[in-house]
């Protein structure tokens, strides 16, 4: 059975730090690409960050660029979302989705929330 467990999430001042981490299990990790999405009240999901398999290749939307920084631990099964300089507009629920490199097989996490504010 397929798991991916974020942590991390909370209540943060404008201008403050958080780090996401998801933890996978139940799907062999190195073979899925790993996006954070995140989804706030009344939009759509949208797509954070991502990072390929090796861990060599990285996107980000524009409103995270500078900002936000997604890694991957392969040995320990887990991706993280480093989020520097958070502002209110960052405030959403944040999705960890695993993607497989060789087929549409993907699985999602159950969220964790990030709220930003003073």
């Known amino acids: 059975q397929v798991q991916l467990v974020e942590s991390g999430g909370g209540l943060v001042q404008p201008g403050g730090s958080l780090r996401l981490s998801c933890a996978a299990s139940g799907l062999t990790f190195s073979d899925y690409t790993m996006t954070w999405y995140r989804q706030a009240p009344g939009k759509e999901r949208d797509s954070v960050a991502s990072i390929s398999s090796s861990g060599s290749s990285t996107n980000y939307a524009d409103s995270v660029k500078g900002r936000f920084t997604i890694s991957r631990d392969n040995t320990k099964n887990t991706v993280y979302l480093q989020m520097n300089s958070l502002k209110p507009e960052d405030t959403a629920v944040y999705y960890c989705?695993?993607?497989?490199?060789?087929?549409?097989?993907?699985?999602w996490g159950q969220g964790t929330q990030v709220t930003v504010s003073s």
């Open positions: 989705h695993a993607k497989y490199r060789f087929g549409s097989v993907d699985y």
